[in-house]
Structures are given as C-alpha cells and as structure tokens.
C-alpha cells in the first residue's frame, strides 16, 4: 500500500476494503457491536455537542418545549489504522450496526424524531475517534412559570444519560464550554420566532437508578419571549378601555349614555378574553398576572358600572322631586299666582331635599371617581413593577 | 482472571467478553429469548415502578389523559456470575433481543410512544436481576366527569398486565408502596399545568381472559385541576353581568335605555358561551354545574328583559293616558279656564287611572325584584354548596 | 417427564423446552409459517371478539369515528401436547413470526394503531386453541346522517375481511353473540363522553373480489349522542333570543330603542352562528335541522325587524304631520285666538290623516305580531316533533 | 394427488405443501423477488383499480385532498399448476417477500398510509394471476380553485407511476373503464360529508424521466361541494344585514339611532368575517366571489353610514338654525309681541335657508337611496349570475 | 446472448439473471454496499435535482415551511453491461439494499416523509450511472420576517448534504442550474394555495464539521404571500372603521350617541384583533406593520373618544349654565316682566360665559379634527410607503 499521492483510483478503492477487513467489519461479530470499548479506560467516556438550532413550539398548555437539535456524538473506539500505509485514508463512514455506538436517551423527552432520517452510518477516524451527527426534532417536558406571562423567561432542560450504563461504566461529557455553545448554537439558529435564545448552560450531576447511580449532562436553556404582540392584543386595548372608563366618569351626566358606554366597554373587554383565553392554560397558584391585570380591569369596570347606576338612582330621585315640584310650580303659575306663596315655601322645602340628594350623588360621584383614579393608578404601578423588575 | 483492582484495560475488556460467553450471549438460541424464566419459581415475578412525570394533556372531549411515565421494569433471569471472578464487574448491559423480556401492555392506552426511542438494552446484575428503563409517552382512556368542573378531580387508572401470560404463569408487582411511588413522582414532576398530582394509588387484581385469568396491576391516578384560569375567564365575568343585571332595576325608568343595557349584558353572555363551547365537552345525564350556571345566568337576564318590558309597557300605558290627559288639561287651561272644573273630574279620574296603571308596574317591579335577588341567591348558594363540597 | 405436583422448578424449565421442540418452533421453516392450518377442515374458522372500549373521537367533518377496542381473535392450529406429560404445561406463548397468522384487515379503518404496540406473542393451548388479544386504537370512515343533530343517533360499521383469503379458505365468525358482546363492551367501556354506546349488532355478509368472493364479518356500533351541552349552547339561547323578539313588540313605540334592541339581539344571533360553525360540518340535501332553526330564527328576527322599521315608518309620517299641526296649533294659539276656528277644521282634518296613518301602523304591528306569533309556534312545533320523534 | 372431492384433511394440507414447493417458495433466491415476470411479455403489465371509498378531508389552506381509497393490483407473474392435480385449490396466498410486487408510487401523495397495515399476503391465481388488494389512506395536492366558493367543484388527479421502471418495462393500465370505476367507487363509498363525488375519470400519458420516460395513470376525481351551511353561516346572514342596511334609510330621521342601528350591522358583519377567515385561505389573483361579496357589502355597509353621517350634519345645519330662530321667536313672543313683523321676515329668510339645508339633505338622502338600491341590486346579480353559471 | 430483436421472452429472462449474476448482485457482500464507489475518482460526485412540487404549509408561529419536493439523485458506480450482450437491456432496477447509496440529509428538516413510501429500488444504467427518484413531504426550519405581513416574501432555505462523508470524499452537485430547476418545478407545482413560488436558487458552499468540513448544497427558495384575503379581511374592514372615526366628528353634537356609535367601532376592531391574534406570532424587535396599524388605529380611536368625552364636558358645562340661566329666565318671564332688565345682564354675561365655554370646545373640536386627519394621512401614507416599497 502507498500514500494519497501514489494511489491510483483501484488502489484507493482496494485500500478502503482493506481498512474494513483490517478493522473486521467484513464478519460481525455480536461481540464486538455489544460491548463497550474499555481498551484505553474503565469508564468509556462519551462527548456530546448538543446545539439548538430552532425553537419551534412552545406549547404552555402541555408545558413542553419543541426544538430542533443537532446533537455531535463523539467517542473513542479501539480502532485505529495509520493513514499512511491507506492512500491516505483518515476517515471512514461505517454502518451503526456494525459497531458500539452509545444509547443516549433524554430524560425530558415526550417525542424524538430524527429531522431527516437517522444516519445509517458513523464516521471514524485512524485514531479510533468515532463521530455521529443526527438533526433532532425534540419535545421535552419542561415546568414553565407563567406568572409574569408575556414578560416571561423560562428555563427548560434537557437532559442526557444513558438508558443502561452506571456512572460507573459511562460518563457523558459536554464537547465545548457553555459560551462557545451558546455561540454556535446562535450561529446554526435559523428561527425569528416568538422566542429569543439566552443562553445554554451545561452541567453534569449524577442520579441514582435503584442501587446504582448514573451520570447525567444536563443543559439548561433560558429563552425569552417576545412580547410585543401580547402588548399590542391584550394590555394595550384593555388599557384603553380602563382610560375610556375612567374619562366616561366626565360624560355628561344624563347616565344612560353613560351606561351603554361603559357597557359596551365591558362587552369589548369580553371579546379580548377570547384570546386571553386560547393563550393562556390555567396553572399554578400564582394566577399569572396578565389575568390579575384582565380580571381586575373588568371587575373595575363592572364596579364603576354599579356606581353609575347608584348615583344615577340619586340624581333620578332628586330630579323626580324637583320635577313633580316643578309641574306643581307651573301648574300653580298657570292656574293662579295667589298660592305662590306658601305653595313656594314647600317648593323650597322640596327643592332642598332634591338638591340634598343631588349633592349627595355629586358627592359620591367624586369620591369615588378619587378613590377610582387612585386604585387604577396604584393597582397599574405595583403590576408594572412586579411585570418588569420580579 | 482477578478482581478489580488488579484488573488491566485489556483484561477489564476480556472480562466482558468472558461473561458475555459465560452467559451464552455469543450464540442466539431461540429457546432462551422466548421462554420466560422458571428456574426459580413457576410463577415469573415482574416488578414495576410506573413514575408519572408530566401531566401533558387532559382531553375532556376525547376522554383521554397523556402522560410522560417513567417506567422501570424488574425481574429475576436464571444467569449469573460471581463478580469478583471478572475483574469486579457487577452489571452489563445486553441487547434485549438476546433474552427473554416481559410483555407488559397497558390496558386503557390507545397510543404509547417512547420519548426518546426503546432502549436496545436491558442491565442485568451478577446475580441475575434484569433491569429496563423506559421513558414513555402514554394516551390513556379515562372516564372523566366534569360534573364540578372546573373544580373538579379526575380518577384515571394506567392497568399492567401482560398481553398473553397467565395468572399461573406471570404476576405483575409494584417495585415500591403507594406513598413512595407518589413521592418519587412528585420528585420527577416536571410540569406545573393544570394539573396537580394528587394521589397515586397501586392495586392488584384478577380478571377473566376467556377461559384463563390474568394478573393486572393498576395504578390509580388522581389528578386536582387547578380552576383558577376558569373563575377568571367564565365564572367572574358571567357573575359580573349577573349583578349588573340585578342592579339594572335601579337604573332610571326610561325603560330603553335600561333595556339596551340589559340585552347587551345578555350578549355579553353569549361571547362568553364561546369559551365554555371552546372547554367543556358535551357529556352525560349529568350536565356540569359550570354548563348550570352559565345558562340559568343566561336565562335569568333573559326573564329579567321580559319583565322590564312588561313593566314598561304598563307604565308606558299609564303614562300614555296621563300624557293625552295632560294635554288635554294643556290645551283646556289655554283655550279656556271656564269648563275646567267637569274636565278636572275626568282628569282626576283618568289620572287614577294612569296612576293605578303606574302602581301595577311598579308592584310589578319590586315583587320581581325580591323575588329575583332571592332566586339568584339561593340559587347561587345551593351552586357554591355543591361545586366546593359535594 | 412428570405432572405438575411431581414437577421442580427445573423440571418445568426443561418442560417448556421440549414443548418447543415438540411443536417445531426451534427451527423455522417457512412452509409451517406461511400455510394456514388445514388438517381439521378445509375452511379455516377464524372467531373474533370485537369489543368498543372507548370512543375516542366522532369526527362529523371528516366523517370518521376513532374507537379504541379490544380484538381477541381465536383459531384451530394443528399442534397439541398432552399436558400431564409436560408439568401440567396447557399454555404456551409463541412468537407469531413462528406460525401462522390469519392476516384480517378491516374494510372502514382509515388508520389503525396499537394502543401499546403489538404483541409479538400468541398463546397456544395443548389441544391446538390459538389466542391473540390486541388493543387497538381504530379511526374508521362512517356514513354520518347529521339532519337530526343534536339529538342524532349514528350507524357505525367495523368490518373484518382477509386481506387475501376467499370465502372458500378462511371464514371470520363472532366469538359471542350481540348480547353478551354489547355488554361486554359496556363492562370495559372507560369513556363517559360525547356519545353513548346503544347497541353492538353483528352480521356476516359474503362480497365478490374480482373472480372469488370473500366472507365479511360486520359490527354494527350504534351510538347516541348526549344532547345536553349544544341545547344549552346553542338551541337555548337562540330560543331566548327569539322570545325576546317576540317580547319586544310591546316595547314602548318610541321606534329607535325597540330597533337597537332587536339589533343587539340579531347580532347575539350572529355570535352563536360562530359556535355552530365550529360544530356542523356542511352536508347532504338534508339540511341539518339545527341549521334551520339558527336561520329560521334569523330570517324571523331580521324580517321583524324590517316591519318595526316600516311600522316606524308609518307612524312617524303620522307624527310628522301631527307634530306640524301641532306647531302651528301652538303658534296659532299664541299669536291670536281669533283665526283658530277654521285652523281648527284643518287642524282636524290633518289630524285625522295622521291618525289614519297611526292607524294604519298599528294594523300592521298587530297583524303581524299574531302572524309572527302563529308562524313561531307553528316552526317551534314542526320542528320539535320532526327533532324528537322522526 | 387427486382432486378436490377425494382429498382428505390431510391431502389438502400436504397439497398445499407440494404446491410452495412446485413453485419453489420454500427457498427465497433474490433473483425470483428482485427481477419483474417478462416470460410472457417484453413488457409488464400491470392492471390497477383504484376506488375512492371515502373524502376524509379537503384542505383548502393547504391544498390538499386526504381521501381512502381502495387499490386493487393485478398482474401476471410466470408461476403456475394444474389445480386438479392438487385438490382442486385454485388460489394460494404468497407472502409479498416472495415474489416480485410491482413499486407503484402516487405522483401528487403527500402521505400514504395503510387503512389497517400492509397486507403480507399477494393471492395467486392457478395460472399466476397475482391479486393484492390495499386500502389506503391518502393525502394528496391538489390545485384547487376556490374562485366560486362554496359553489366550487374540484378536480384532483391521483396518478400512478413505476418508481424506476420506464414505459419499456413497466405499464400501468386501468382495471375497469370510467363508469364502472365511478360506480363502484359510488357503491363502496361511505361518506356523506361536505363533498360529493361527480365523477372518476382515468387516462394514460407519457412523462419524461432524465433520458427515459414513464407511463402514468391517472385519476382525475371531480368533487363538487355541498354548499347549505356557508349559505347558511355566511351567505344569508350577510344578505340579511344588507336588506337592513337598505331598509334603515327608512328608520325615522333621528339620525344617532340610524347610526347606533347602522353601525351594529357592521359590527355583526365583522363578526361573520371571523367565520370567514376560518373558512378561507388566502389565494391566486382572482380573489373568491364570497370575499367579494362579504367586502363589497361591508364596504356599502360603510359607505351608507359616511352618507348617513353627511346627511344628518346638513339636516342638523337647517334644524339648528332653525332652532335657534324658534327660540328666538320665542323669547320675542313671550317678551313682546310688537316687533314681531321684521322678526318675522328675518324669521321667514332663516327658515327657508334651514328648510334649504334640509331639502338639500333630502335630495341627497333619495339619490343616495336610489343609487344605493340600484347599486346592490347590480352586483348581487352580476355575482349571483358568476356564481351559479360560470 | 444475443440483441434485443432476436431475444425471446425466455432470452429476456435470463439475460436479466445474466446481468444480475454478472454484476454480483445475487451475493449479498457487506464491503459492496458499504464503501463508496471510487474508481473513477477519489471523490465520489452526487447529482441531486430537488423540485419544489408544492407548498403545503407555512406556519409562522413555528417557523416553518412544508412542502412536496421531488428529489432525483444521480451518481456513478462502477457497473456495467453492454446491453448488446443483453437483449438490449440499457437500465435495470436494483434493491437499495444491494448497493451504496449517498446518505443525503437535510439540515433545516425538522420532518421528513415519504410521499408514498421509499421506493425500494435504484435505477443502474449499461454504464454504471444510478437514479434514485423520491417525493418527499418535507417540513423545514425557516427564518422568517413578517415585517411587512401580509405584502411579505419569505426565503426558505433546502440544504443537503452528507451524514457522514467530508467534503475530500463526496460532492453534492445540483443537477441543472437554476433557471431550468425553477421552471421544472413551476411545471410540476401542483398548487395554488396562498404562496407564490418566486424562484429557486441553488449554490454550494463548505461548512466545517468539528476537524473535517462538509460540501453543503443549498436550494434558496424564495415565496411570495398572496395577501388578498387579509387585506379583505383586516386591512380593508379595519381602514374602513378609521374613515367612520373620522366622518364621526361630523355626527351632530348631541354627545351620547357619538359615543356610542364610536365605542361600537372600537369594539368592531377588537373583534377583528381576534382574527389578527389567530394570524400572527408575537415576533422580534420589528414589530409587524399591520400590528402597528391595527393597533395604531386602535388607539387613534380611544384618543378621539377621550377628546368626545373632553368636548363634550365642556359643551355641557356652557350649556348647563345657559340651562340654569334660561330656566331662571323662563320663571323671571312668568313670574313677572319688570326684575327682566337687570337680570338680563346677568343673564348676558352667564351667557357669554357658556357661550365662552362652547366655544372652547370648538375650537378644541376642529383643532383635534385637522390634528387627526393630518396624522391620520400621514401615518397612512408613511405606513403604505413603507409596506409597499422596502
């Protein structure tokens, strides 16, 4: 055998067969595709490279993460040639089937498919060094906290282990340092989703399996959503509904207007709960607080409603008086003007109490409008707090 | 061959492949991989852990729960080696296809899938215990009643038993009692949805499968859904149109107004009856309260218009009387003051009468009124009674 | 070899191997695996247990229903053992790739799934008797008749054929008859969902295929759906709505507020359409009688409301002409009382014109509020007997 | 052997034996499953029947026809015996492994699955007629045509080709002429969905493939829609509110309920649109006649509230002025009744301007009306003519 | 053997034989289907035609393309024939098992399905070239802008290449260039959904893979939104609300019903944020522009609801005191003429006052007016700049 310059085409196609019958794939032997290599240590160390490529769904319904994962397997095996001696040869693809190749599950995984198809096969170099490459379509369970929805960061793991190796057999170690993981993964990333990449951070811990124990390698991946649309659909509208409320406190006091206004702003905070209501999943005893912010907003209106009514009651009551009193008065003019008089005195006397009640209704109207303002303005800053700075 | 400590790379290799031979794993022999171990008992005990660790999906309308398990499936196989003998090696892993394993189905699922894929091996133990861990993700059928929903608990069953082995032959146990498998559960659980694991509850029985009888072993399910989300979405902005609607009455007599205020609470209503259509399904002879509440709220406005109508017919029939009489007594005291005295009688006498018309209404009114408020109290009460504690 | 009192545990390990080796299954041969068993008739008799375990899903747009059910299937093979010879061995589990399987298909299945995964075993009985228990999750296509919704009563068939057998070799027969198998299926029924499981009604028929025929074994699945959750979503308050119309005529005539009125109620209307659209697939010449109640209710809504605006109309021309009388009355009665006498003629003439036209408008209110009336109760009646009975 | 009357149990099953035998299955030999039968002829053969049992779904988003169909496969291989030499058996089952199945792939499929599962079996005829029968489920693309929807008829090809095989090896002719086709397609059909099937139409063509070329069949399947729900949800609730819309110019002149009535109808028109946009996809230049005719009157809709608006203001110009010489008259007559007369002129001078405002107001308001009439009179027979006979 | 006119079936048969035995094809060797064919050149070159047949979905929320491709792949293995030899027989199908076959992945593919199944064979030429045909349904990671939604064109990138094999080893080649790959998928484009298919561009590139790098083949597709149905369905109905708004400062100045016809629209437009919520993902730093249109709109409205409520306030104001004012003159003109002179200074100078006011409001009317049909234009017209034209 010569090196690459000296091949011919013949001799690079027979010194790839050599390889193989060097390396004993012509014969398989379930020996060799079973076991573990253990030649260079007891515990065969596996490198994994997991970069996230896309974020396709998350589903807060179902609590679970949809990513695209391309994840490098890389392993030492006992196998080695000198390249020199092949035309040159440093690198060989070999079926899966024909040698060890690590089982690597994820424990958060609901469904893995391969994005493709699953390589048949594996690349191996002289020196024994084995690299897999799969594309992964990935749906991993992860506990999302919606309290501060769509403000919200969540922090989903996936984790790698072994289905049957002890860590005692079989460590799986990260291939690169967080950074250059978050890197890379940055650089492959080809969506513009709803959601933003923070970071991915890499840790091994180990776990017990009944009475042994086993390594695993967990990465954490922070992402954060973007928010904008949630603002422009729901807080935005409903914010302009609790301003349309609280400025319909200065529409004209003959309160039916007035009435169907503010109801037809309750009525349009209804049709927004429609989509409140296909974006978020009842959790948690932390009621996320965008539904404290719909709720309290509609429960605000609906109070201010009933205020409505019960100053218009008022008014109404007051009005009555002075308006029997009123007819009385002009039948009186019309009739006669001796009765003024007297007549006048009880005119006053009823005015008066109209009036009382009137001042009362003004006098409830503004208290409540104050205390209405201050409860919006307070309620608004400590959600927006909460919202921003948690 | 020697212990561990003395044990070189090359031997730690051979060992593996000496147990490997040891065990007969060189040769497949299909008598080993189909008969189930008897060595050591007629009846093949299998243990198994089932771990709930994600509540992924409830599906009222399809009657079905998906959840993420973990199961770990246990069981004694007739090999063995003595460890210290080769080079202090305790476990290996062997391809399932090289030994006999439990076929263990479930019962009420309709799809089971692998999270990650099926393990190809199983870890045996030096003396002879088979350990296989699996992820799965599992839809099972689970007769749901949503009778108190949203404030309800569903009891789903996840049942074991073997798809063709006997009673006499195969005997399926928990690896753990009640109390430590939720334990673990609530260890492993990585979700906070809507659902809280409550209970996991094992139990094993008998039944029939044609003229044999199997074991089964069934874990009960208890699942709390957290209704937050609902009373925020269903049941506070339907309770609110509810009192608007009581408070309605106080609104000022010029009934249109009241009425438009009133038919828009009751479309109001009906965008709501989108998102319960959207929830609940439809089911058994016992309609949930949530469906109760909705359409006796629904109706209650709806009776509530008519009465106002009502009311306001009768006033507008006083009022009307009152106002021809009203002009007339107009035109008389300005056409001439002489003939007033005889039209004064009629007047009175009309004006009665009106007056009587205006009296009904108002009879009417607050009789439907303390008849209402009580109907929605009650009815509200004897609602709340039986969604918390029955 | 001994019975099974004499038997140790070794002995019943080597028992079981030589009933292996009895029955052939050490060495596959291809001509044992591919030719269905003929020595005891030149029919095959194949008997199936079909039983409903769960509906899943009754999908009306696409037409298919998705069960979950549980198939036993039973058949003659020509091996035996005699049992007392063999530890008291009477079951064995095979592999089904060592013998034959009957291959039967079902003729509606659109698609079928395993609700675990397949059992790769068949349990053999020493006189020959082979058992193979699936739990399969089955969507099949299903002639759906939707005309009565939601008070429906749907046929569903599940037919089983060989995929090659003719009627000459292989012969599918019910394990059990419709009683014993419907009331099987409703002791393992797990679902308390949409639809109630009536009746299981199973027949043989015989098809041609191409030049042979073919026996087919039907199961008739007659289900009933449970009305409840569309008659409160939809059928009640498009009902309520449709009183209220009715109500709405003796609404006080001031036409503008009546009008508004019966423009929110049409628009409520329109929101439930919403809901029905999400539920009714578009179908067949029989028009679903719940899309002809929505319509008919919102033809009926929307012509009443064309009447109020013509009676308005009507009245308004009247008050037109009254109103300019009047004006001219008062400005009449202001300026100088001499010329009021012959005004006064005119005045009446006017008058009477314009009350003519009231006249005339209150005609047509009357005559098509008891129209409206007799036209309700006659659809509502027709329509209620047609839903209930036919 | 002797045929089939005096073949015994045994007989049968032996001459069942010979016949593999006979034909040499009992040894697989690539050669026999991997090269196509040419002993009768240059090229193959191959007769397919392809029958659509069921429309399971349309999607007009995705352009795609999900239908099950049933595909019967006939061709002839080069294997035969004499049945009477083996008692009197005419046809066995070969499992498909065994011999070589023609590679037909669907041009336009996008998914294709197994109603139940593949079928292992292929039946052979005595003199090598091979039978294998699929029912599959189908999902195609599909060039739709939503120009005239929901009146629309489709036209969706299902064409047949060889994988390799170029039109010198392989043809792939129809199994039955065009109407028998239809018709059985219509007997096996077992859906009664949102389409019917008109008709199945098959032809042969010649595609080019690199620098051979291949015969495909073709199925053109012709659907037509049933249309009564989108008439029923969109169609006459849209018509409905055009006819209020054209009836409110009726509505007495105070002008705010007009608007408050003219304005719900477009708020009950968006509604719909919500319907609309669940409905339709986005699509080709020529936009569907249903967008049009649901735009067109939202826009005219609009346009008669613009004119509504502009009338009321020129209408509100003359009452204003109008009122404010009513009052003036007023004061005057109430203050003194001398300086009436030149008042009165300027008086007179004021009313007509205002009385010229409000004939302008008028005119403007019946030429509108006319236009406005005769406008959607135009187009809703352009549309209806498009609709039904384009 | 002998040429293709002298051959007989029986000639044609066996020369298949012939061939197959004479290109080693009926021994299976693990080194021939393994290792790659070298022998005419170091690297192995790989044609590969991928024709966008179709577009079945793009999800934007997910980031995702779906479509129909045909993939033709095309490479050279050293086999041959001389089809003289052999009846004439120029290409032969062969088993994908027989033979190495590329392991072409797609890197954006997050799914990839077989339209029908994988076609089993490979077509091999008299000169060694082999075709491989495919029609995948492939679902791809896409990063998408929508930016400019609905008016959006979105490039999606196919990328190919090897599993395994580094760019010194095998070389992906686009079958033809890119005018022809365009048309050739135009001609097979099967569908007319809501994307245009703008063209196809193909071009290589070398992509590092940890030591080794990989040629990488990408096919840039770019597609075109066909925005129609959403400019009918929210641009159009959503502009049209706006043009109310602004016609509505022309609705006469009763206040009450100007509210209510301009809270109507606002509730219309959040009903069609429902339609803009199912349509859009909440996306990146550049908010989509019919985002900021609807909300921008949106909120335009709320403002000159705010500055109704404000003008109104103030008209009421001026005109309750000329209320209060007129009333007291009202009663100073009955009760008696001679107090009138100086009471109606005061009576002047009130109102001036209200007349002050009044005109206050105004100018604060048409100043808001000119103010928000400037912005209004110019936010319209910057916007339809900037949607049209970057």
Same mark, same amino acid.
Not at 146 to 151: A, I, K, N, S, V
Not at 194 to 197: G, H, R, S, V
Not at 248 to 255: E, H, Q, T
């Given at each position: 055998m010569s090196d690459a310059e000296n091949c011919s085409y013949e001799d690079y196609s027979s010194a790839y067969k050599t390889i193989f019958e060097h390396l004993g794939f012509n014969k398989t032997d379930v020996l060799t595709t079973d076991i573990r290599p253990v030649?260079?240590?007891?515990i065969t160390n596996v490198f994994v490279g997991l970069y996230?490529?896309?974020?396709i769904d998350v589903n807060e319904k179902a609590q679970s993460l949809t990513t695209q994962v391309k994840m490098i397997t890389v392993w030492y095996n006992d196998l080695s040639w000198w390249f020199e001696d092949y035309c040159g040869i440093k690198t060989i693809p070999v079926k899966k089937s024909m040698l060890w190749t690590p089982d690597i599950l994820i424990k958060e995984s609901i469904k893995t498919d391969f994005g493709t198809k699953e390589s048949p096969y594996v690349q191996i170099n002289f020196w024994g060094l084995c690299i897999s490459v799969d594309i992964l379509s990935l749906t991993t369970a992860c506990k999302m906290d919606?309290?501060? #929805?769509?403000?919200d960061t969540q922090i989903c793991n996936i984790t790698l282990h072994s289905a049957v190796y002890t860590n005692e057999e079989l460590k799986i170690n990260p291939i690169s340092d967080n950074t250059s993981l978050l890197q890379d993964s940055k650089d492959l990333f080809q969506a513009q989703g709803?959601?933003?990449?923070v970071s991915i951070n890499v840790y091994e811990y180990t776990s017990g399996l009944l009475w042994s124990s086993q390594e695993l390698l967990a990465h954490q991946i922070t992402i954060k959503r973007r928010p904008l649309l949630y603002v422009m659909n729901i807080i935005l509208p409903v914010f302009v509904f609790l301003v349309l409320d609280v400025m319909? #406190? #200065?529409? =004209?006091?003959?309160?039916a207007d007035k009435l169907s206004f503010k109801v037809t702003l309750l009525l349009s905070v209804s049709v927004l709960l429609l989509i409140l209501n296909d974006t978020l999943?009842?959790?948690? =005893?932390?009621?996320p607080l965008i539904g404290i912010y719909c709720s309290a907003i509609f429960s605000i209106i609906g109070i201010s409603i009933l205020e409505t009514i019960l100053v218009n009651l008022l008014k109404a009551k007051g009005g009555e008086k002075r308006a029997v009193e009123t007819t009385a008065v002009e039948r009186d003019t019309n009739v006669g003007d001796q009765q003024s008089p007297p007549d006048s005195v009880g005119d006053q006397h009823g005015m008066q109490r109209s009036l009382c009640w009137i001042r009362v209704a003004r006098i409830i109207d503004v208290t409540f409008l104050v205390l209405y303002i201050i409860t919006v303005i307070t309620f608004l800053s400590v959600l927006a707090r909460i919202w921003y700075q948690s």
């Open positions: 030649s260079w240590s007891v996230v490529t896309s974020i919606l309290y501060r #929805f769509p403000f709803e959601w933003e990449l319909s #406190f #200065f529409i =004209d006091a003959s309160g999943p009842s959790t948690a =005893d932390k009621i």
